[in-house]
């Protein structure tokens, strides 16, 4: 089970997904944080999806591949949060609905490399990644 929690975030990536989801509520959306760290064989079950196993494709990332699969000293570190925006309390998965660019809005505000951005290396709206260059 993929951890949800931001204290298995990169030490510089949890004050940002703090601030991030402060300046999301005051703004009116409410972000649901669906993953944060994943292991190397969550990530590989992931990939196999709409592959090897039944489901869509989710992702092009193997294991160790992700920034959500990051550790620094063999602890969860990871790079990346996805979050989707709760809307009368579900989950809003339609990247169309404007909550979701309130969301990157702020994400690229606070220095994040928010892959819904047009111009992404490929578009997933729920990913939010600390730039690379941050050790
Ligand atoms: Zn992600």
């Given at each position: ?7 298995d ?8 997904a703090?601030a991030?989801?402060?300046r ?12 944060t ?5 969550e990530?590989?079950?992931?990939y ?8 869509p ?11 959500h699969?990051?550790t620094?000293n063999g ?8 979050v989707?925006?709760l ?17 990157g809005?702020?994400g ?8 819904g951005?047009?111009?992404a290396p ?7 990644e600390?730039?690379k260059?941050?050790?």
């Amino acid at each position: 089970m993929a951890s949800r929690n931001l204290d298995d975030l990169h030490p510089a990536l949890q004050p940002l997904a703090h601030a991030f989801l402060a300046r999301c509520q005051d703004a009116g959306v409410t972000p649901l944080i669906t993953c944060t760290w994943r292991s190397g064989a969550e990530q590989d079950a992931l990939y196999a999806q709409g592959r090897s196993a039944p489901g869509p494709r989710v992702t092009n990332a193997r294991a160790g591949q992700s920034a959500h699969n990051f550790t620094l000293n063999g602890q969860p570190a990871a790079r990346a949060f996805d979050v989707v925006p709760l809307v009368a309390g579900k989950p809003q998965w339609d990247a169309g609905h404007p909550h979701w660019q309130i969301m990157g809005r702020i994400g690229t505000e606070l220095g994040l490399n928010w892959y819904g951005r047009p111009g992404a290396p490929f578009r997933e709206f729920p990913h939010f990644e600390l730039v690379k260059g941050i050790a």
